[in-house]
């Protein structure tokens, strides 16, 4: 009853905040309201800006200097590990509640040249889910835990938990999450979205709270196709702060003009049978939608297995440790040391440790011991593992590719969301579409398939470096196939 009584309040208060209110300042009150009254059970906004309906209003004069740039007056929330000038920047931990920074991150300043109104900062998985082996998606310190809007006794994915679950909720038009591997589209797989996980260097990190260099990434999560690729086209740019990002000037492109309902037609796409067999509902799903490819003139190749998948993970953790010891120290060294007093991992790792009754009530912080003892980028151990994990993931998946003469793969992203367990930690059903793409640093579109018992489950579109713009068309094709 509680569930539907919420689902019930999303409608209203969603539908009131588009329907019938032209202006800017109009819908960002819409949503503002939305959020005060509906996020108190969800839980999945920390922090509100106060120059929100200031942003608004500044769009809709915009607006009727007939000035609009593309994005105008698009109601936006962030994931609270992106520098935002103004608004603290936390990770979701209590050691970094008084983090304000002065400047936003390079890729909200293309946010905001596009147009956008900031409504405010999302939860999520503290630390982006990197603390502990047994941590709990969507549990952070600082703003507790956030939940599914489809049903709030199950989980909303993390570590952009808080960014799938607003845009669900109906909070706002889009959010913009974080990945490392899973991040974005695991959450919105499980919230009933669109989640792109670009390719590494696409869009700018600087100013974002680091797990890794090798794979992180900022992407958008949006209600449609279309929303991602507008976003997408206005966050995508080098940064020389970046040095990832330098071929990202040469390869981004306007990426709403990529999308075409006959994408589909024609073109070979490999289908992921290695990632199925986890959950037969969710396989039903996913067999409906390859009708629905087929239907579109796709022509499907199965692909029953990635050589050496399993190995992909040893390496890949033995990177994320190096890396987020040297990412993290680099980024609180550049915070205010007058409002940040944790200036390194190992500061932070005892700050837990002094206020363990509210940090750890539920796990504690093994990952980030383990990270604490790495031995930095020149350790053999992780040039070994950095080099292993792209030869197994980019090899493997660039092999598949070629020998199969396919422009993309395609499975299930993951199943539907489970009950959240604070005892036994998280129960994730499947995953296994997009984590060679993560490492290998490939871009990772999920959209939404349907529904097992009530729940959304998405499915993912794979391809190699720089091919968003195919991706999101594929998607697009299969989006507007697919809707009732």
């Not at 986890?278 to 629905?292: G, N, Q, R, S, Y």
Request: with cysteine.
């Amino acid at each position: 009853m509680k569930a539907l009584l919420i689902l019930g309040l999303l409608v209203g208060v969603s539908a009131a905040a588009h329907a019938a209110e032209p202006t800017a300042a109009q819908r960002t009150r819409g949503y503002l309201d939305a959020i005060r009254q509906i996020d108190p059970q969800i839980r999945s906004v920390l922090w509100i800006n106060p120059r929100a309906l200031d942003e608004a209003g500044a769009a809709d004069r915009r607006t009727a200097a007939s000035l609009s740039p593309p994005l105008n007056g698009l109601p936006l929330l962030v994931k609270d590990n992106i520098d935002i000038a103004g608004l603290p920047n936390t990770a979701g931990s209590l050691a970094l509640k008084d983090n304000v920074p002065t400047k936003d991150a390079p890729m909200i300043t293309r946010l905001r040249a596009a147009g956008v109104v900031i409504l405010g900062k999302t939860n999520l998985s503290e630390w982006a889910n990197i603390r502990s082996s047994e941590s709990l998606s969507g549990w952070s310190g600082l703003g507790g835990q956030t939940r599914n809007p489809h049903d709030p006794a199950r989980s909303p994915c993390g570590s952009s938990a808080g960014s799938g679950a607003a845009v669900a909720a109906g909070l706002a038009q889009a959010a913009i999450g974080t990945e490392t591997d899973g991040s974005i589209t695991c959450p919105a797989s499980i919230n009933g979205l669109v989640g792109l996980k670009p390719t590494v260097g696409l869009v700018s990190r600087t100013g974002i709270i680091p797990i890794s260099a090798s794979q992180d990434t900022a992407g958008p999560m949006t209600t449609t196709v279309t929303d991602a690729a507008r976003l997408l086209t206005a966050m995508a740019g080098t940064d020389p702060s970046d040095p990832a990002t330098a071929q990202a000037d040469s390869q981004r492109s306007d990426y709403v003009a990529a999308l075409r309902s006959d994408s589909l037609k024609g073109v070979r796409i490999g289908v992921m049978r290695y990632a199925t067999g986890f959950h037969a509902p969710t396989d039903l799903a996913f067999e409906k939608a390859l009708i629905v490819l087929r239907g579109r003139g796709a022509v499907l190749v199965d692909i029953k297995d990635f050589p050496d998948r399993s190995s992909i993970g040893g390496h890949e953790i033995v990177v994320l440790l190096t890396e987020l010891k040297v990412g993290l120290n680099a980024y609180l060294a550049g915070t205010d040391p007058a409002r940040v007093k944790t200036r390194t991992l190992a500061d932070v790792i005892a700050f837990n440790r002094l206020h363990a009754d509210d940090e750890m009530p539920l796990f504690g912080q093994d990952l980030f011991e383990q990270a604490e003892a790495t031995g930095g980028l020149a350790d053999p151990v992780y040039v070994n593992a950095l080099a292993q994990g792209r030869r197994l993931a980019a090899g493997g998946l660039d092999s598949l590719l070629k020998e199969n003469q396919l422009i993309a793969l395609v499975g299930p992203t993951v199943g539907p969301s489970w009950l959240i367990d604070p005892v036994l930690g998280d129960r994730y059903v499947g995953g296994g579409a997009g984590n060679a793409a993560a490492v290998a640093g490939y871009p990772h579109l999920t959209v939404p398939m349907g529904r097992v018992s009530g729940l959304p489950v998405g499915l993912s579109f794979v391809g190699p470096a720089w091919s968003e713009a195919r991706l999101l068309g594929l998607g697009y094709a299969y989006e507007q196939a697919s809707r009732p």
